[in-house]
T-cell receptor, first 114, second 108 residues
């Protein structure tokens, strides 16, 4: 049983397209995150959702929009894709927003923009 | 300057060696995390600390809040420990900051 799953695992697309990455967790957690890992392997938080409310939004372009249809899902929509969006995107979840609760990561989605 | 600094950036060790990876941070924190990223890309949370020391198998993590420093130790290292180890902190405002990672290679 996969705790945090992401689809697709790989995504190759042209500049200017709109794409979505899906994330689902079956842990009953109420906080979910999206992270971006760049080509230098540096992780940076993009979004955090707690009880369907956005509680952290780092300086991410508004072409990126998280959508949470329910507590178990946090999807990432990206409009007008740019070359610099190429990265690995990780979804994660934890119980509550408290820092002392462990995060569980999805396997990552490698996005390549041509 | 990054809020979380790790050293070394790259580390090569012989199997069986004792390994230490260091992490220093500049913000007030609620918790510090050590993550492991396997060569295949998956990320696993190893430890979460707010004080003291934790041990899991051959892995030990310590934190000194006053000095804003944490160490991850691996005893009797093994080639399967080869991975990138990432230090991350959650500050008192619940913001996340990540270190740039330490790439560890353990040679048989």
């Amino acid at each position: 049983d996969t705790a945090v799953s992401q689809t697709p695992k790989y995504l190759v697309t042209q500049m200017g397209n709109d794409k979505s990455i899906k994330c689902e967790q079956n842990l009953g957690h109420d906080t979910m995150y999206w992270y971006k890992q760049d080509s230098k392997k540096f992780l940076k938080i993009m979004f955090s959702y707690n009880n369907k409310e956005l509680i952290i939004n780092e300086t991410v372009p508004n072409r990126f929009s998280p959508k949470s249809p329910d507590k178990a899902h946090l999807n990432l929509h990206i409009n007008s894709l740019e070359l610099g969006d190429s990265a690995v995107y990780f979804c994660a979840s934890r119980q509550g927003p408290q820092a002392y609760n462990e995060q569980f990561f999805g396997p990552g989605t490698r996005l390549t923009v041509l | 300057k990054n809020e979380v600094e790790q050293s070394p950036q790259n580390l090569t060790a012989q199997e069986g060696e004792f390994i230490t990876i260091n992490c220093s941070y500049s913000v007030g924190i609620s918790a510090l995390h050590w993550l492991q990223q396997h060569p295949g890309g998956g990320i696993v949370s190893l430890f979460m600390l707010s004080s003291g020391k934790k041990k899991h198998g051959r892995l030990i993590a310590t934190i000194n809040i006053q000095e804003k420093h944490s160490s991850l130790h691996i005893t009797a290292s093994h080639p399967r420990d080869s991975a990138v180890y990432i230090c991350a902190v959650t500050d008192t405002g619940n913001q996340f900051y990540f270190g740039t990672g330490t790439s560890l290679t353990v040679i048989p």
